[in-house]
């Protein structure tokens, strides 16, 4: 019975250690993603907070359950190395797929169509290169050349606020800078300001 309460305490011991150093870590990530990818209020465009606590506590919770699980004093240093090694490349894969999905978020451009503001995010971009910048949707004139292509992406789903082919790039300051700019995103009405750091979203 001693022996057995011993093995789980050490069990414990390494599964808490797992945690307060996971914690740490993911702790450090999630602060360099913020400031990296969501300062000046771009965190205010999604649901950045509720995703990435959904990702980040999965990866969290993930290695100290199977460091409890698969670890052992009663097990050989070798095979607790290899089950270790295991959980570790389960919890930087669980990583790496959950940056991918927070990456999705960011903001990929800004476009005004109809005197409205729109926000596309990266995983809404059809486009390749992801620069921030603002454009005017340029809608192609009734039987112009273009008109014909402009249909038949409205019949397949795209939305005009996604289709860059008819973007016409615009200096922020000419719109945001006097007074700020109301911006349709994904949480609702953000306004957006025009400063000598770029973008501002508050």
Request: with cysteine; hydrophobic share 45%.
């Amino acid at each position: 019975m001693q022996n057995t309460l011993k093995v789980y305490r050490t069990k414990f011991v390494w599964s808490f250690i797992h945690f307060l150093v996971g914690s740490l870590f993911l702790f450090i990530v999630a602060t360099w993603l913020f400031f990296s990818w969501f300062n000046h209020g771009r965190y205010l465009l999604t649901d950045l907070l509720g995703i990435t606590v959904i990702i980040l506590s999965i990866d969290l919770i993930l290695g100290p359950i199977f460091n409890f699980w698969l670890l052992s004093p009663l097990k050989s240093k070798r095979e607790n190395s290899i089950n270790f090694g295991c959980i570790l490349m389960l919890q930087i894969v669980s990583l790496a797929y959950g940056i991918t999905q927070i990456d999705g978020q960011r903001l990929a451009y800004i476009v005004k169509w109809q005197n409205s503001y729109f926000t596309v995010l990266k995983s809404e971009d059809r486009r390749v290169n992801h620069e921030e910048a603002l454009y005017h949707f340029n809608e192609p004139t009734v039987q112009s050349n273009e008109r014909a292509f402009y249909e038949m992406m409205i019949k397949h789903a795209v939305p005009p606020i996604e289709m860059y082919e008819y973007f016409v790039e615009v200096p922020l300051s000419s719109e945001c800078n006097e007074s700020p700019c109301e911006v349709i995103s994904k949480s609702g009405l953000v306004k957006l300001k025009s400063t000598k750091e770029g973008m501002v979203f508050f």
